[in-house]
């Protein structure tokens, strides 16, 4: 085994703090990465505090992670001793079922993903553990490759908020000709500003925020509405053809689905921790629909860093040490944060 450290919960009231833990030895098929940035999402606020149902503990967070391989398995033939590689929500899967096959490891039909961390490897036993530690071991097939062009630090969140924006935009090829907004203007929020904008879509930003409008334009942005104004949502009455909804609080979904024009889609990908409740003729009037999109698979992953490398899109972050990350968390929890914290290894001690 390998002695490793990290910061961890001990449960679902404690604080983060440091923690020493040991990784698995490198197999055939594996790569150890010294970590160098690791990226701070809601969802590990969510499953930090039992948010999503019960937790694994002790627990340390993280799946935004980039970093140095160190080390590589006998059967590797991806990586190298000092390539540069990423590691976002997934570890493992069972490789085999249809949507393995597919590049879909998120949906694996034998319930098999295994999650970077609150998960157990598919030997049902071993637990899993994030990216606020300084090194992971991690199977080939599940590490990305990084580009060596762009900043670590701004492409961590890439590996979660960029994949989760990335891939339902292009599901749905959304692009020139299409009205966009963006619910939540956060972490997931930025991201998706900077890709539906990059795909050529009219995008609104709909924020609680007032002082996040100057960014949004900034972002790329083509309109911003602030949310609490009822008047500037009624501007928007039957408009959008998208709303990528990265809200992570309990919201009101009516108000929002009434601004989709006639075969408008919801995009689900803030996970609140309450059931999503919707008046039925409110879904019906315009034929509307709700969708639900998690993460991305494997390929998709990869493709959206190669699009980001090749267009020069990167997260914008500030860096943060690790003895942050409980103060970190109450910003976020505040929407008070621009627009992601990214957690600098080298201050693990
Ligand atoms: P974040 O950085 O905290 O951003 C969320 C934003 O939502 C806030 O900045 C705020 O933007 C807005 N907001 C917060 N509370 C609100 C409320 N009560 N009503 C309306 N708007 C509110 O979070 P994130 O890291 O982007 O994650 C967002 C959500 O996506 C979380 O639930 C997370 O778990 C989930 N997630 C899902 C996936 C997936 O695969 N589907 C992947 C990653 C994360 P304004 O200030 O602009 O209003
Ligand atoms: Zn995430
Ligand atoms: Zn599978």
Sequence with gaps: MIPSKGYAVKSSTDKLSPWNFERREVQANDVLIEILYCGVCHSDIHQVRSEWGPAKYPMIPGHEIVGRILKVGNNVTKFKVGDFAGVGCMVDSCRECGNCSNGHEQFCEKGKAVWTYNSLEKDGITPTYGGYSNQIVTDEHFVLKVADTLPLDKVAPLLCAGITTYSPLRKFKIGKGHRVAVLGLGGLGHMAVKFAVSFGAEVTMLSTS?????????????????????????IYLNYFDFIIDTVSAPHDYDSYLKL????????????????????????????????GSSIGGIPETQEMLDYCAAHNIVSDVEIIPINYINEAYERILKSDVKYRFVIDLKTLE
Excluded at 210 to 234: V, Y
């Design 210 to 234: 007032p002082s996040k409008e100057a960014d949004a334009i900034r972002l790329g942005a083509h309109n911003f509405c602030l949310t609490s104004d009822k008047d500037q949502l009624k």
């Design 260 to 291: 989709l024009r006639a075969y408008g889609v919801h995009i689900c990908v803030g996970i609140p921790p309450e059931p999503i409740k919707v008046n039925g003729f409110v879904l019906l009037s315009n034929g509307r629909s709700i969708h």
